[in-house]
């Protein structure tokens, strides 16, 4: 069998889906990856490579004025809000998180994206569109949180141990999911930043402002000096 050869710096911040190519080479340089993929599973449509190639946004920190914006409530789930959460969730993985709201690649949509499995393989994503909390219990568990926007910094926060969320998934449909555990932390979490709040807004004003302060330092530091 012939192979052919997936170039993909033409595209920039991008991945070919680990989970699509199957025993084909990978060499992944800098924004440069090339892959090799059998020609029997290659149609002559240009689409299918296209649709083969991920998409990984920057993720944006702490401090940063956006993450503060009240994200808008999205009108119908279309073509562009499902593309949108295809990128969230490469970013997501790529960045070895949980979830991810569209607010932290810089679109101000009510969009989340979650996947708690541990296990790598088995992926199970959920999608949130325009998620409303319907109830909460009133007891609380505590767990420890990080944030993608808030890198290497963690704290225990308590939240409602349970709540319901009505909302739309991927094809737009609505749907109630009950959660409860890290399930029901994680989607309180990304609903906090469709209102603007981080985890550490919870955190004493001491603590909170050390944090902004080291994150706003590490900012500030060069990746490289060139003499
Ligand atoms: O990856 C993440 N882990 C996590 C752990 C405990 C509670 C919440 C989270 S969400 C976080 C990813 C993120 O920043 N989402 O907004
Ligand atoms: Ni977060």
Redesign the pocket.
Known sequence: TTTTSLIASIFQNTKIDPTIINGGIINSINNIIIGTINNSFLPSDINFVIKLVMAIKPIITEPNKILRQKSIEVESVGKEEQKLMDDMLDTMYDANGI?L?AI?IGVPKRIIVMDIAKNEEKRSPLYFVNPVIKNKNSELSTYEEG???VPNYFAEIDRPKKCDVEYLDYNGEKKILNAEGLLATCIQ??MD?LEGV??IDYLSKLKKTMIIKKLSKQKEKPDRIIV
């Open positions: 979830g709201a932290q944030c993608l926007s979490h990304e930043h981080l985890f």
